[in-house]
């Protein structure tokens, strides 16, 4: 009888496993982070300058803050020329807040206004407020290609919604442009930009030459998603 119990509470003890684990899996596919950064981390960040480093540093000090962030709101900027490593870096807070058992939520502005287009259609299934309003319940909100669109009204109105909901409901949202100063100003408006950088958020400029040519021949990433590396270790512990 003892061993049949023991049994008994040893499948129970994997069945709970396997649970959280799927739990975890699920909340890294709501996310959406794009397939080629589920393994970027702090740790396989190239910084190869003192300019590198320091993004890397504000990066991971983010990250490592994250719960002063979601009680003060404070967002990024990541501002700069492309194939530089905002993805990576901005991944690798999303990352590192999903693994510690917050919400994140990875999206470009063009997904993000097609995704409230859609609910204009007659057979929608989600009202406009229903989508906005789970884009701003995320603790975390990454918005990628900031100034890509058109910049039509519409599409002004939808960036505004989203980041003046999250921004009284105080989640900290991270911005991926390569805008800089006037010209993102310009794009979404002074006021959205000061909003995110209240309650400790900041601006990282990316000034350095894109050396997205080399990461194929960075072994380091190639390592193990995230969300796999999360759950083996509910597994192990």
């Not at 589920?38 to 960040?45: C, E, M």
């Not at 807040?97 to 287009?117: D, P, W």
Request: charged residues 25%; glycine residues 6%; hydrophobic residues 35%.
């Amino acid at each position: 009888k003892q061993q049949e119990l023991d049994s008994y509470n040893a499948e129970q003890a994997q069945k709970n496993i396997e649970r959280v684990q799927a739990e975890i899996r699920h909340k890294f596919t709501k996310a959406a982070i794009p397939k080629r950064y589920l393994n970027r981390t702090f740790a396989n960040y190239n910084a190869a300058s003192q300019q590198q480093q320091l993004a890397l540093n504000v990066a991971r000090h983010y990250a490592a803050h994250f719960e002063e962030r979601l009680e003060n709101g404070g967002g990024l900027i990541m501002q700069g020329k492309p194939g530089t490593g905002k993805t990576h870096l901005a991944c690798a807070i999303a990352n590192q807040v999903l693994t510690s058992g917050s919400s994140a939520r990875f999206t470009t502005v063009m997904q993000l206004v097609r995704a409230v287009r859609a609910t204009w259609k007659r057979d929608s299934e989600q009202s406009e407020d229903q989508v906005l309003q789970a884009i701003i319940d995320y603790d975390l909100l990454i918005i990628d290609e900031i100034g890509v669109q058109y910049e039509t009204e519409s599409e002004k109105l939808i960036l505004f919604d989203v980041l003046n909901g999250r921004y009284e409901n105080v989640k900290p949202t991270i911005l991926l442009t390569n805008l800089v100063g006037q010209e993102l100003n310009a794009c979404i408006g002074e006021r959205n930009v000061d909003r995110i950088q209240e309650g400790g958020g900041t601006t990282i400029s990316f000034t350095w030459d894109s050396y997205r040519a080399n990461v194929y021949q960075d072994f380091s990433l190639k390592s193990e998603s995230c969300a796999d590396l999360a759950a083996n270790k509910v597994g192990a512990a």
